[in-house]
């Protein structure tokens, strides 16, 4: 019965704000328009899965106006969105613009570094920041207003460590984007190399936007050269849609084919891999295999949610785009439930502690981040000449405590 209890919570919570806004809105005789941001990576390097987030997005919205109107409350949310370009400024500029205009909820932006970008003007306006997909460890804090309805680095770390262990890669060779994203991320993997379990080289770092990556094979390339040769090597990718460019790169090298590559969450289920029959290629021959928060394939509203945004988008959603129907419902629930509140956090996080969405229960700790929660292992696949991702693991970490689960490959 510990789990019917929130459910009841939430749901009488998401009546009462209604009806009793319902009271007053009927002696105005008008509908409260709730107005919640999204900043999105329409363009740039971070763009591959940009429609279906914005997909999401709008099925949200018109889930939840459906729902006021069989209800007959006198609510409508409408949605203010605009494309970041995937660059930190743009989305500081255009956050900006929103939280002027008064704005409580954001919904995004979606790297670490657009979400830093923006953590001090959000913060000192009380404004929100909802993350899907921004993962680097320490964002969020109860000194701000950033909350995260994704999984931080970490755990994701910890399944890569998982896989270097299953796979037998005792060295590792990582190149790493030049942001917050890949500098956080590179920081636990040398952390948990402490261990033993593996061995990281020295980080080869890019920087953001870079066009060419010559001068970047030939880094991985020297690297694999002092390798010694009883080590089995792999190459980690800590980066965006931009791993693409790599692999692609990569492939002109017979040497670099003969070792596995590894990616995260920046370019796992990416159609930017598969699009490029050449890189489609060099990542199924060298058993390139991504980490991805898990998706909730035994829950039917996750899978239905995820299947309508494909049907908008064209695009197999990632975890992050089906999860931004939690952030909006979660978003209007406060928004409804805190008038006259101007610290709304606190609130936020009591709400989405007693909410059960397409992503299951949303509990969040203390600082603002997801406390449990499934990484899934995805790896490109040559099926006839049809080249796939294809999940063939999963991390689970959950209350009682870390498993981890592989297909045989």
């Given amino acids: 019965m510990k789990f019917v209890w929130p459910i009841i919570i939430a749901v009488l919570l998401l009546l009462l704000g209604g009806f009793v806004v319902a009271e007053d809105q009927m002696q105005t005789n008008q ?102 997909g921004s993962t680097a460890p320490g964002l969020t804090s109860q000194n701000n207003t950033i909350v995260r309805l994704c999984p931080d680095d970490t755990i994701q770390a910890q399944a890569l460590q998982g896989l270097f262990k299953k796979e037998n890669y005792s060295t590792i060779i990582p190149v790493v984007r030049n942001d917050i994203y890949g500098q956080k991320f590179y920081e636990i993997l040398d952390n948990l190399s402490e261990n033993g379990t593996f061995t990281l080289t020295d980080p080869i770092y890019y920087e953001p936007g870079t066009a060419s990556f010559n001068t970047t094979i030939e880094e991985i390339t020297r690297d694999v050269h002092d390798v010694p040769s009883h080590s089995r090597s792999a190459v980690l990718v800590l980066g965006f849609d931009e791993t693409a460019d790599i692999l692609n790169a990569a492939s002109q090298s017979s040497e670099l084919g003969s070792l596995s590559w590894v990616g995260t969450d920046g370019i796992a289920l990416s159609d930017s891999v598969l699009k490029n029959r050449n890189v489609a290629a060099f ?70 502690d007693h909410f059960y969405g397409v992503s299951g229960y949303t509990f969040l700790t203390e600082s603002g981040d997801r406390r449990y929660t499934n990484i899934d292992f995805w790896r490109v696949k040559d099926k006839g000449g049809d080249y796939s991702w294809t999940k063939i693991g999963r991390f689970v970490d959950q209350m009682a405590g870390p498993m981890m689960d592989m297909k045989t490959t």
């Fill in 283 to 352: 990542a199924a021959k060298t058993n390139f295999t991504a980490t991805i928060y898990g998706e909730m394939e035994n829950e039917p509203k996750f899978m239905d949610f995820s299947k309508r945004i494909q049907n908008i988008s064209g695009l197999k959603p990632t975890p992050y785009a089906v999860v931004i129907d939690d952030a909006v419902q979660l978003a209007a629930l406060t928004e409804m439930t805190g008038k006259g509140i101007t610290d709304k956090r606190p609130l936020f996080l009591d709400n989405a």
């Fill in 31 to 132: 509908t409260q328009t709730i107005v919640i941001g999204g900043l999105l990576p329409l363009s740039g390097n971070a763009s591959a899965q940009g429609p279906s987030y914005k997909a999401a997005m709008e099925l949200a919205a018109e889930d939840l106006n459906a729902k006021y109107a069989t209800l007959g409350l006198p609510y409508q949310v409408r949605l203010r969105i605009a494309d970041t370009g995937s660059d930190p400024d743009v989305a500081k500029k255009l956050g900006t613009e929103m939280i002027r205009d008064g704005i409580h909820f954001i919904i995004g932006p979606l790297s670490s570094a657009e979400m830093t970008a923006l953590e001090e003007t959000a913060t000192q306006s009380h404004t929100i920041l909802i993350g899907f």
